[in-house]
Nanobody, 125 residues
Framework: QQQLVESGGGLVQAGGSLRLSCAAS????????MGWFRQAPGKEREFVAA????????SYVDSVKGRFTFSRNTANSTVYLQMNSLKPEDTAVYYC??????????????????WGQGTQVTVSS
């Protein structure tokens, strides 16, 4: 069973950057599709980005395209979400998730089998 631990959240001014990390516990990490979701206060959790098992394919919600970059490092079983040009509307709790290879669509919460505990990102104006 995968355990996912996020880190890297914090408080940043608009226009700034943060890098979120998500460390997975199992050696089979390399076979999982990984995703990031976020939930702002009073809103439903929404898809942010996903990356396939090899790192060769990524998907992003339109609102973060060109600003966020999702990458993975199989050697240390960690994925990263580099977030640049942050906006106040990016403020949310960010969750890392893992899905067994072949499941989809990536944008649906139901696709994912394991979830992290979340990390808070706050962007001040």
């Amino acid at each position: 069973q995968q355990q996912l631990v996020e880190s890297g959240g914090g408080l940043v001014q608009a226009g700034g950057s943060l890098r979120l990390s998500c460390a997975a516990s199992e050696r089979t990490f390399s076979s999982y599709t990984m995703g990031w979701f976020r939930q702002a206060p009073g809103k439903e959790r929404e898809f942010v980005a996903a990356i396939n098992w090899s790192g060769s394919s990524t998907s992003y919600v339109d609102s973060v395209k060109g600003r966020f970059t999702f990458s993975r490092n199989t050697a240390n079983s960690t994925v990263y979400l580099q977030m640049n040009s942050l906006k106040p509307e990016d403020t949310a709790v960010y969750y890392c998730a893992a899905a067994r290879q072949g499941r989809g669509p990536w944008s649906r919460e139901e696709t994912y089998d394991y979830w992290g505990q979340g990390t808070q990102v706050t962007v001040s104006s």
